[in-house]
C-alpha cells in the first residue's frame, strides 16, 4: 500500500525546562511521542512538491541567516485549542524566515487564513470539554522562561498518519 508522505520545517530549541514542557506535554499534547519540543517555521506539505525541489529551496531560502537569539515566554490558547509558549526575543526573525520560506516553490502553500505565531505547541485543550482555563491555568504556572539561540532547522518526513518521522535532515544557519 502506498503511503503518502508529509514534510514539515522544525527548529528543536536547546532549552533548559526541557523536564517541565515534557511533563505537560505527555498530559495535553498527542503529537508528544511523534517529536521532540519544536517551533515550527513549515507546516506539514504534501510531498507532491517533490523531496529535491524542496530541499533546493530551502537551501536557498535560508542562505545568509545567521543564528539568532529566542526567548520563549508567555502562554497563549489559539482559537482552535492549542496552547502556545510564545516567542518574545526573536519573534521579528522567526517571521521573516517564515515568510522567506513560503516563496517560490511554496507560495501557493502559505496559509493566509491563519496568522504565523511563533510558538512552541505545549498541548491541545479538547475544545468539547471546558478544560481550557484550567489548562490555560496550568501552563501559565509553569512559570516557562527560558532563551536559545535559532541556529538548526531540521527538515521532517512525516507519514501520512502522522505517527512516525520517516527521517530529517539538519540545515544550519552559517555561523
Same mark, same amino acid.
Given at each position: 500500500m502506498f503511503t503518502r508522505? !508529509?514534510? +514539515?520545517?522544525?527548529?528543536? #530549541?536547546?532549552? @533548559? &525546562? &526541557?523536564? *517541565?514542557? @515534557?511533563?505537560?506535554? /505527555? /498530559?495535553? @499534547? %498527542?503529537?508528544?511521542?511523534l517529536? %521532540? #519540543?519544536? *517551533?515550527? !517555521?513549515?507546516?506539514p506539505l504534501p510531498e507532491v512538491v517533490g523531496e529535491d525541489h524542496l530541499i533546493h529551496h530551502l537551501e536557498s531560502a535560508l542562505w545568509g541567516w545567521q543564528p539568532f537569539p529566542l526567548?520563549?515566554? &508567555?502562554?497563549q490558547i489559539s482559537p482552535d485549542g492549542h496552547v502556545f509558549l510564545l516567542i518574545q526575543e526573536g519573534k521579528a526573525g522567526l517571521i521573516r524566515l517564515h515568510d522567506?520560506?513560503?516563496? &517560490? !516553490?511554496?507560495?501557493d502553500y502559505l496559509r493566509e487564513d491563519i496568522p504565523f505565531i511563533p510558538h512552541l505547541t505545549l498541548g491541545v485543550s479538547n475544545k468539547a470539554s471546558n478544560d481550557r482555563e484550567r489548562i490555560l491555568w496550568e501552563a501559565k504556572h509553569l512559570a516557562i522562561d527560558c532563551h536559545c539561540v535559532l541556529d538548526k532547522l531540521h527538515l521532517l518526513k512525516i507519514n501520512a498518519d502522522r505517527s512516525k518521522i520517516v527521517w530529517?535532515?539538519?540545515?544550519?544557519? +552559517? +555561523?
Open positions: 508522505m !508529509l514534510f +514539515a520545517l522544525v527548529h528543536y #530549541p536547546n532549552i @533548559d &525546562g &526541557g523536564q *517541565i514542557i @515534557d511533563q505537560f506535554r /505527555k /498530559k495535553y @499534547d %498527542p503529537q508528544v511521542h517529536i %521532540p #519540543p519544536h *517551533i515550527t !517555521l513549515m507546516f526567548h520563549l515566554h &508567555g502562554i522567506q520560506i513560503y516563496t &517560490g !516553490l511554496l507560495t530529517s535532515r539538519e540545515f544550519s544557519l +552559517a +555561523a
